[in-house]
C-alpha cells in the first residue's frame, strides 16, 4: 500500500514569492492534516479535513496561508507571499478513524528555504 | 490549553545500556502516540496507547500509559545504534494532536 505522498521535497524561494505544497494522502483515509515543523520541535497543526471539509484551520494563517482538498482526497497548501520565517518542513498526514482510534501516517514533508 | 512535555530533550548512551524517556501531559486524555523521526526523514508511528495502564512492546521499546498521573514513558531495552532517532509523544486532544518537543536520542557503539 502506498503511503502518503507530497511533492515537492524540496523548494527554494525568495521572499515575497508564492509556493504551494502538494499531499495525496492513503487511500481511504478521509482525515487529512497539514503541519509545520521547525528544526527540533514538533509538528504543529496548521489545517485539518475531513473529506473536503476543513474542520479546524484555526491555526492557520489565514492572511498569507492557503489550502483546499477538492473531491476529499488530494490537498494543496498555498503560502503567498512566503516570508523568512515560513522555512520549515511542511508535512502531510492522513488517517482514518475506525472506533475510538486513530493513527496519523505522515509524508515524507517538504522542506521550504525562504531566501 | 493542553501541553505536552517531553525529558530529557537529548540523551547520549551507550549501546547495551537501558533508558526511559518520559512524556508528561497536563489535561486529561485517554490517547497517547509515540512516533520516531531520523534526521530529514518523516514521523514513523511506533505506538498508540488507548487506556490507562496501556502497555505496547517492540523489539527493545517499550511503552507505557499512566492515565491519572498523565505520564508515559519509553522505555529502551539493551540500546542498539539502530535505535538513534527523535522519539516524541503527541497527546490527542479532541482528534488535534497536541506534540512534545521530541527527545533525541543518540547511541553510541
Known amino acids: 500500500e502506498a503511503g502518503v505522498v507530497q511533492s515537492p521535497r524540496y523548494k527554494i524561494i525568495e521572499k515575497k514569492q508564492p509556493v504551494a505544497f502538494w499531499c495525496n494522502p492513503i487511500?481511504?483515509?478521509?482525515?487529512l492534516y497539514w503541519y509545520l515543523q521547525n528544526l527540533g520541535q514538533g509538528p504543529e497543526l496548521l489545517i485539518r479535513?475531513?473529506?473536503?471539509?476543513?474542520?479546524?484551520d484555526s491555526q492557520l494563517p489565514k492572511d498569507r496561508f492557503s489550502a483546499e482538498r477538492l473531491k476529499g482526497v488530494d490537498s494543496t497548501l498555498k503560502i503567498q507571499p512566503a516570508e523568512l520565517g515560513d522555512s520549515a518542513v511542511y508535512l502531510c498526514?492522513?488517517?482514518?478513524?475506525?472506533?475510538?482510534?486513530?493513527?496519523?501516517?505522515f509524508g515524507p514533508g517538504t522542506r521550504l528555504l525562504v531566501l | 490549553e493542553l501541553k505536552v512535555e517531553q525529558n530529557p530533550l537529548f540523551l547520549s548512551m551507550q549501546e547495551g545500556k537501558n533508558y526511559t524517556i518520559y512524556c508528561n501531559y497536563s489535561?486529561?486524555?485517554?490517547?497517547l502516540y509515540w512516533y520516531r523521526q531520523d534526521p530529514g526523514k518523516s514521523l514513523e508511528s511506533l505506538f498508540v496507547l488507548l487506556s490507562n495502564g496501556a502497555v505496547k512492546q517492540e523489539g527493545r521499546l517499550m511503552a507505557s500509559l499512566d492515565t491519572k498521573a498523565r505520564l508515559s514513558t519509553l522505555h529502551i531495552t539493551a540500546a542498539v545504534h539502530d535505535l538513534s532517532a527523535t522519539y516524541f509523544c503527541a497527546v490527542d486532544s479532541n482528534y488535534q494532536l497536541i506534540w512534545g518537543a521530541g527527545t533525541k536520542l543518540i547511541i553510541k557503539p
Open positions: 498526514a492522513s488517517s482514518l478513524r475506525t472506533g475510538g482510534q486513530e493513527t496519523q501516517y
Open positions: 487511500s481511504g483515509h478521509n482525515t
Open positions: 489535561t486529561t486524555s485517554d490517547r
Open positions: 479535513y475531513e473529506n473536503e471539509e476543513a474542520v479546524d
